[in-house]
Nanobody, 121 residues
Framework: VQLQASGGGLVQAGGSLRLSCAASGRTFSSWSMGWFRQAPGKEREFVAAIDWSGGSTFYADSVKGRFTISRDNAKNTVYLQMNSLKSEDTAVYYC???????????????WGQGTQVTVSS
């Protein structure tokens, strides 16, 4: 599986961005997908995850109610809609694929290259 994340950029606090992660290779619809982020000087942290069908989603407490993860299996793409962005959301965002996902990055087998999100206050 190859993952290509896009959609990052510079946005003012309170604004919105939508990240996309396009997958190629093995059957996308069989994978659970996750988004993680890493801010400068900090460890990578879990943001959101979605199961293979899109029927179950999970969020970090810090983004719950502001971010929405979704997927389109016909387009081999997973999305992260980010609303009400805060300066503390500034980070490089990574998408990842797993046979059985979750909140731990160790469960993910494939990673995209990351896309920078910068929120100005």
């Amino acid at each position: 599986v190859q993952l290509q994340a896009s959609g990052g950029g510079l946005v003012q606090a309170g604004g919105s961005l939508r990240l996309s992660c396009a997958a190629s290779g093995r059957t996308f619809s069989s994978w659970s997908m996750g988004w993680f982020r890493q801010a400068p000087g900090k460890e990578r942290e879990f943001v959101a995850a979605i199961d293979w069908s899109g029927g179950s989603t999970f969020y970090a407490d810090s983004v719950k109610g502001r971010f929405t993860i979704s997927r389109d299996n016909a387009k081999n793409t997973v999305y992260l809609q980010m609303n009400s962005l805060k300066s503390e959301d500034t980070a490089v965002y990574y998408c990842a694929a797993a046979v059985v996902g979750g909140t731990s990055g160790e469960k993910y087998d494939y990673w995209g290259q990351g896309t920078q999100v910068t929120v100005s206050s």
